[in-house]
């Protein structure tokens, strides 16, 4: 890892200790990577091109993981839904930075050229994501588990359902979370099955 990619998560790593919403100082920064202040500004030009930088960092690190997955074709509708799910909740509880991101006004905090970055790799991803969940879906209609003629309302709930249920897990506290999550998964799985019909 060179120099700058070793500032870059240093402050990654002080924004998940800290949280998004604190404010971090450049002598905050250096100090993490062992440096003088003075050093990151041979690599960076102002604390806001550090900032957008890291955060561009560990969104494309952490968006490669997301998008090299293979779809698992071979497997059943339960089976690729319910590894699909457990995939996106165990990312996105590792990625809470990013979820802070989506959830919180902390975008506003960042650089108007972070924030438009931000703004396009989400917009990759919920692409990425309709498709990979219309193979899911496709799945779900060649085993008779889903209907082509399931009302628009319904699917609309069963996305809303899958979505609503990353952000609970994410946003619980670390040992609040009320059961263990293959059984949060099943009951997931129970509810798209009922908005199915």
């Known amino acids: 890892m060179n120099r700058k990619e070793e500032i870059l998560h240093a402050l990654i790593t ?3 200790e800290k949280g998004l919403s604190s404010s971090f ?4 920064l250096a100090d993490k990577v062992n440096i003088g202040k003075s050093t990151i500004y041979e690599y960076f030009d102002t604390k806001d091109d ?7 960092l560990f969104m494309n690190e952490n968006l490669k993981r997301l998008f090299d ?3 698992v074709s071979d497997s059943d509708f339960e089976t690729t839904l319910k590894q699909e799910l457990k995939y996106l909740l165990l990312i996105a509880k590792e990625s809470k930075i990013i979820m802070t991101f989506i959830t919180t006004n902390v975008k506003t905090q960042l650089p108007k050229t972070a924030r438009e970055a931000m ?5 990759e991803v919920k692409t990425y994501y309709e498709q990979r969940f219309e193979r899911i879906y496709n799945l ?3 085993e008779d588990i889903l209907t082509k003629e399931m009302q628009a309302s319904n699917y609309l709930m069963i996305s809303s359902l899958l979505t609503g249920s990353i952000f609970r897990y994410v946003n619980a506290e670390k040992n609040d979370f009320p059961m263990p999550l293959d059984d949060y998964i099943d009951l997931v799985y129970q509810a798209v099955l009922k908005l199915a019909k």
Do not use: F, P
Request: avoid cysteine; hydrophobic fraction near 40%; proline fraction near 0%.
């Open 14 to 16: 002080i924004l998940k």
């Open 25 to 28: 100082t450049m002598s905050d």
């Open 50 to 56: 550090v900032l957008k930088s890291a955060v561009r």
């Open 69 to 71: 997955r293979e779809v």
């Open 119 to 123: 703004r396009q790799k989400m917009e």
């Open 140 to 142: 779900g209609l060649k």
